[in-house]
T-cell receptor
Framework: KAGVTQTPRYLIKTRGQQVTLSCSPISGHRSVSWYQQTPGQGLQFLFEYFSETQRNKGNFPGRFSGRQFSNSRSEMNVSTLELGDSALYLC?????????????FGQGTRLTVV | GDSVTQMEGPVTLSEEAFLTINCTYT??????LFWYVQYPGEGLQLLLKATKADDKGSNKGFEATYRKETTSFHLEKGSVQVSDSAVYFCALSDTNSGNTPLVFGKGTRLSVIA
């Protein structure tokens, strides 16, 4: 069974640009969550999608957005990049509910903004 | 809101030493508790979990007990190996409030030397 796949693994962008990151969940998983990991702030929740609908949202500015497709693949977009957006972006997939639902993480996309 | 506090480290141990990483939590509901591990250059892997008070999660020689009275979920291992060197994250999900996202501690870096 294939795991969670995130592409690309590494990205370098310039301030002011926009970027799109992709996440393919485990087959059969309908929930995809995104997290930002930085040395200073640790792991912070961005948003969660379930069956193409945003179900939860963290405290990030509107420059951060996402979507989920009918095959459960998800993308997140960051517009008008800032230096502080440099981070490891992690995607996690799960079946989508209940106390025993386990989240499986991808290897992440490391974004560097210069 | 919900939060997780864990010892920040880094923790450096000799091979075969005993490991304890402390984790305490604050939650309004009745959360599920998790320990995740992150190896260099990788995403997060679920190490163990517990979903109710007095449950003991265990995996690969690691264990942690859900203590509701002390709101704690300390990670222990009797004899660490060099291959256990990684960053360990304590996390909770307050599933009584619906499908809430994972809330992570800051992470504890463990280095095991031969």
């Amino acid at each position: 069974k294939a795991g969670v796949t995130q592409t690309p693994r590494y990205l370098i962008k310039t301030r002011g640009q926009q970027v799109t990151l992709s996440c393919s969940p485990i087959s059969g998983h309908r929930s995809v969550s995104w997290y930002q990991q930085t040395p200073g702030q640790g792991l912070q929740f961005l948003f969660e999608y379930f069956s193409e609908t945003q179900r939860n949202k963290g405290n990030f500015p509107g420059r951060f957005s996402g979507r989920q497709f009918s095959n459960s693949r998800s993308e997140m977009n960051v517009s008008t990049l800032e230096l502080g957006d440099s981070a490891l972006y992690l995607c996690a997939s799960s079946l989508g509910g209940g106390r025993n639902t386990e989240a499986f993480f991808g290897q992440g996309t490391r974004l560097t903004v210069v | 809101g919900d939060s997780v506090t864990q010892m920040e480290g880094p923790v450096t141990l000799s091979e075969e030493a005993f490991l304890t990483i402390n984790c305490t939590y604050t939650a309004t509901g009745y959360p599920s508790l998790f320990w995740y591990v992150q190896y260099p250059g990788e995403g997060l892997q679920l190490l163990l979990k517990a979903t109710k008070a007095d449950d003991k999660g265990s995996n690969k020689g690691f264990e942690a007990t859900y203590r509701k009275e002390t709101t704690s979920f300390h990670l222990e291992k009797g004899s660490v190996q060099v291959s256990d060197s990684a960053v360990y994250f304590c996390a909770l999900s307050d599933t009584n409030s619906g499908n809430t996202p994972l809330v992570f501690g800051k992470g504890t870096r463990l280095s095991v030397i031969a």
